[in-house]
């Protein structure tokens, strides 16, 4: 009886040992650090978990392997059997394990359990929060031009935002279209941080009416990724460029030559450049100007042109050319005609290679050309050289009922009360002593 008491006790005592063991192998291992890469991931990535294990005991810790456990259905361990066998851990040293896992899930947070199997029948676990969020990136047309016109170079902006909790890199932009030339090829915009923004400037010229593609790229961690914006493009007129319109257009002729003189007005908003004038077929322009050059032409500024020329026939076109101040070119052609006596003058069509919303006729009702007193010679008589008399009789009436009002208010008679009298001399006769 005393002997299988005694047995029992031994047995007991080994036991509470052994129990005692394997809670201080739990006790001396640590997990130090752990990682999630990337910190957010987008639904489908591929990601990584890395967990550094450190023994902080005074004696070694054999492990028998390692695993990752997937918390759910669509998130996937891809290197499971990686760490079937691990071994010894000595006093003080550490080490890392590195899982990687498919999270094709929706979004959300989960947490893989992190298991250790130890050799003498413990074990270690740790749940590892892992983020999936598919926030997508910001991309737009940040600036764009008021018009485009075939064969005009535009400027434009697209900005690309990250509105994600991680960073994100090797971000491009790359254009694509039929029917235009687009400088860069390329933009790279690079890192963007969590709820960072840049912009890449892109210079289009449109041969035709089309629709332009901007894909952007990048990475995600390992993952690439793909988002894409359209801008359709449409020829309209620029409302903002400079507009070309002529007066006081003048045709005389000589024994050697024809010449025709006039003044060039920019009704527009913006400085034409490199202005020049001269005649298109069936005239010839000759020596002495052939082309009259005028340079630049500020908004609301004008100035006189003569040009030379030969041919035959009552209509000559007058083909005006200038640039934008990226350097495009504009081409503007009118028909100038002697008839009755006079000049008259017409919008043509727009010559070869022109930028179309910038040629024929001017906007804002001048779409003949001709001033606001009418369209005449410099000297001569025509049907538009009229005397202004509408207007001349607009302001008379306005300073007719300036008199009256100021008469009605007194405002004559204080204003000759203020008129110092003129002094009467020694010589003046005196209505007294009459």
């Known amino acids: 009886m005393k002997f299988r008491l005694l047995t029992c006790l031994l047995i007991l005592l080994a036991l509470i040992v052994a129990g005692a063991s394997a809670g201080s192998t739990d006790a001396q291992l640590v997990v130090t650090e752990y990682s999630v890469s990337p910190t957010s991931l987008i639904g489908g990535d591929i990601g990584t978990v890395t967990v550094t294990v450190k023994n902080t005991g ?3 810790v054999s492990i028998h392997s390692a695993d990752l456990e997937s918390p759910c259905t669509g998130f996937k361990i891809l290197n499971e059997a990686a760490y079937d066998t691990v071994g010894t851990l000595g006093s003080g040293d550490s080490t890392t394990f590195t899982f990687t896992f ?14 250790l199997d130890l050799t003498d029948g413990g074990s270690y676990r ?23 016109n075939e064969g005009v170079k535009a400027e434009i902006n697209i900005s690309v935002g990250n509105p994600r909790e991680n960073e994100i890199n090797g971000v491009r932009i790359i254009p ?12 790279f915009v690079g890192t963007l941080a969590a709820d960072a923004s840049k912009e890449v400037r892109f210079e289009i010229t449109p041969l035709e009416e ?23 493009i449409h020829f309209s007129e620029d409302k903002l460029g400079a507009e070309i319109v002529l007066n006081n257009v003048e045709i005389e002729s000589s024994s050697s030559y024809t010449t ?8 527009g908003l913006t400085s034409a450049y490199s202005v020049t004038v001269t005649v298109g077929s069936p005239a010839t322009a000759v020596d002495p100007n052939q082309i009259y050059v005028i340079g630049e032409l500020e908004p609301d500024d004008f100035a006189g042109f003569e040009v030379t020329y030969t041919g035959t026939g009552s209509t000559v076109p007058v083909v005006v050319s200038y640039k934008d101040a990226d350097g495009n070119t504009f081409t503007k052609t009118f028909d100038a005609s002697t008839s009755g006596g006079g000049t008259s003058l017409s919008s043509g069509a727009p010559s070869s290679g022109s930028s179309s919303g910038n040629s024929g006729a001017p906007s804002g009702g001048r779409g003949d050309g001709m ?10 008589s025509s049907a538009g050289s009229s005397i202004p008399f509408m207007q001349i009789g607009i302001v008379l009436v306005g300073v007719l009922v300036i008199v009256i009002v100021a008469w009605k208010k007194g405002y004559i008679r204080k204003l000759k009360e203020k008129i110092p009298r003129r002094k009467q001399g ?8 009459r």
């Open 126 to 148: 740790m749940y590892i929060p892992v983020n999936v969020k598919s926030t997508r990136l910001t991309v737009a047309v940040s600036r764009l031009p008021d018009s485009f």
């Open 176 to 187: 694509i279209a039929d029917g235009a030339t687009i400088t860069p090829g390329t933009g």
């Open 102 to 115: 498919e999270a094709d899930v929706i979004d959300g947070t989960y947490y893989p359990k992190f298991y």
């Open 210 to 232: 089309t629709t332009v593609t901007f894909m952007v790229t990048y990475h995600n961690g390992d993952n690439d990724h793909t988002q894409n914006i359209t801008l359709p």
């Open 58 to 60: 005074d004696e070694s």
């Open 260 to 267: 025709l003189s006039g003044d060039i007005n920019n009704a």
């Open 371 to 380: 001033s606001l007193f009418g369209m005449g010679g410099r000297g001569g």
């Open 426 to 433: 020694e010589d003046d006769d005196e209505p007294a002593d």
